[in-house]
């Protein structure tokens, strides 16, 4: 007898020996079958979804759940009109906070400003505190004078602004966040998935650099777990710089790594550990991704992460010692480094079916687009970044490097496997408004970026569902509605096939499925 019937609905099925069904059953959380392999099943619970279009639960394949969790319990200056009203907003808090905290700030971005904030300016706001006033595109700080006298010698910065490693240094002043925030924070950030029909994602990176919160942050979601509070299956990225050397067997060829000999893999589709992240440089917000001709009107071409050899030496070591690698890279020149380095990697140590992924691929020259199918790596991008800030990413690179901007199009064309993520908090994490920038190419603005490269609305439903579990190593259990799948699914209100592209995003989740049971506090889809 099956558990559950779900029935009168639309199923994108997303499998290609059965692309669309009309019924679907499931028992001990999978997907027993479909259409007339259940039709005649006897089952303990029926239900009508009335029409429903129903798809496998989407997947975020690259997303950042405390960061975004934490945010909202920072003070949030992200409503600011000027540089006078940030200050007297920080001030405000400050009063209010215990001298001895560090003063948290988000919601920071220079542009609408139209210059960074200063330590000087900080200090005058909160006189004797420390402030940490983080960018929201997570590749910069603007810090006080208390803080810049606790970094290293050498600590690079610009009147207190600091980029990328040196942002990264400030972090690890400021770090560690109590487990009992952590777990608040990543629970809230869950919640807000399941809202917008994300069942699973991979969080981008845990113990290190620009990404880190604690040393221990990954009992964070050991303890969610075993509370019941985990609603998403989750992927840990571990920070490259949580690697540390290791005593093994010198045949063994893993120099570094995390004790005990843990590596991507370990756990299980409910939470497990999984590709390793590595940073090659920075992001066009805040303007250090990393170009191989300056940006248009700026006088840079943005910044590598760190020393080029060490990122070579990074991505050698993980590749060699069995991990999927997790490659920041945004820029074109960022994008040259990761692909030299993982071709050299490979020829030193030959692995088979690898599954590196390039993540953001942001800007692609189409001389890489080759390369990167010949590497078999996944780019897996964020099509809300140019929904959020198109216009002026496309201002940023001028006429003819805009058409490069996060491709879809090219990246299927040339046979590179393409997923499709969020980047949350960075920009809304809404699954429905990324396919539709992904078809449409608009920006909020109105405006086409890089149009020739729309793509089908199957074809970025796949890149949230299908392709997306490919590249997290879900593909066996999520990411499709086949037999044997988990029964992860979002139930829609219309079909995105059915309506106008420039609707998608408008589309109302009305219910979500984990293993066959309705998420509470979704919408019941029967109604």
């Known amino acids: 007898m099956l558990d559950l019937r779900l029935r009168n609905a639309t199923f994108l099925t997303m499998d290609d020996a059965h692309p669309l069904a009309h019924e679907l059953g499931v028992w001990g959380g999978r997907i027993v079958g479909v259409d007339e392999a259940v039709a005649r099943l006897p089952a303990r619970r029926v239900v009508d979804l009335g029409g429903a279009t129903v798809l496998p639960g989407f997947i975020d394949a690259h997303v950042h759940l405390a960061w975004t969790g934490l945010k909202r319990r920072a003070v949030d200056v992200s409503g600011c009109r000027g540089v006078g009203e940030v200050l007297a907003l920080i001030g405000r808090a400050a009063r209010r906070h215990p001298e001895n905290a560090w003063l948290d700030v988000a919601g920071y971005d220079q542009r609408p400003l139209g210059r960074h904030i200063t330590a000087a300016e900080l200090d005058r706001a909160a006189p004797g505190r420390r402030v940490l006033l983080a960018h929201d595109s997570g590749h910069a700080c603007v810090v006080s004078t208390p803080v810049l006298d606790l970094l290293p010698a050498g600590v690079p910065h610009q009147d207190g602004l600091l980029t990328e490693s040196a942002a990264a240094a400030a972090r690890a002043l400021r770090r560690p966040y109590s487990l009992d925030e952590l777990t608040d924070a990543v629970a809230d950030a869950a919640g ?82 999984g590709a390793l992240k590595i940073f090659t440089d920075g992001g066009m917000m805040a303007r250090t991704a990393a170009l191989s001709s300056p940006y248009a009107g700026l006088d840079h071409a943005g910044q590598l992460y760190d020393d080029p050899g060490e990122l070579t030496r990074q991505i050698a070591e993980g590749h060699r010692a069995g991990w999927q690698l997790a490659i920041h890279a945004i820029g074109d020149r960022a994008v040259d480094l990761a692909l030299d380095a993982l071709a050299e990697a490979q020829r030193a140590h030959p692995r088979a079916g690898v599954r590196h992924r390039v993540e953001h691929a942001g800007l692609v020259r189409p001389d890489q687009l080759p390369r990167l199918a010949a590497a078999g790596v996944t780019a897996v991008v964020q099509p809300g970044f140019l929904w959020s800030f198109g216009d002026d990413y496309a201002a940023l690179m001028g006429a003819e ?111 979500v499925f984990v293993e066959g049971r309705q998420v509470e506090g979704q919408k019941d889809p029967t109604r």
């Open 401 to 511: 490097r805009a058409a490069w901007l996060y491709r879809g199009r090219a990246f299927l064309d040339h046979g590179v496997r393409l997923a499709a993520s969020s980047d949350r908090p960075v920009v809304d994490g809404a699954p429905l408004r990324a396919v539709q920038f992904m078809v449409e190419r608009r920006s909020s603005s109105g405006a086409l970026i890089g149009p020739e490269e729309g793509v089908t609305v199957e074809q970025a439903l796949r890149a949230y569902t299908v392709d997306a579990a490919h590249a997290c190593h879900w593909e066996h259990a999520l990411g499709s509605l086949a037999p044997g799948r988990l029964a992860d699914l979002v139930v829609l209100g219309d079909d995105p096939r059915r309506v106008d592209p420039s609707r998608i995003a408008d589309i109302e989740v009305v219910g």
């Open 192 to 273: 807000e998935c399941l809202r917008q029909g994300v069942t699973a994602c991979a969080e981008a990176g845990i113990g290190g650099g620009l990404i880190s919160h604690s040393a221990v942050e990954l009992a964070a979601y050991q303890r969610l777990r075993e509370a019941g509070r985990l609603p998403l299956r989750v992927r840990l990225m571990v920070a490259a710089t949580a690697l540390h050397e290791v005593a093994a067997h010198p045949g063994d060829g893993i120099p570094r790594g995390l004790d005990l000999g843990l590596r991507g893999g370990f756990g299980d589709d409910r939470l497990a550990l």
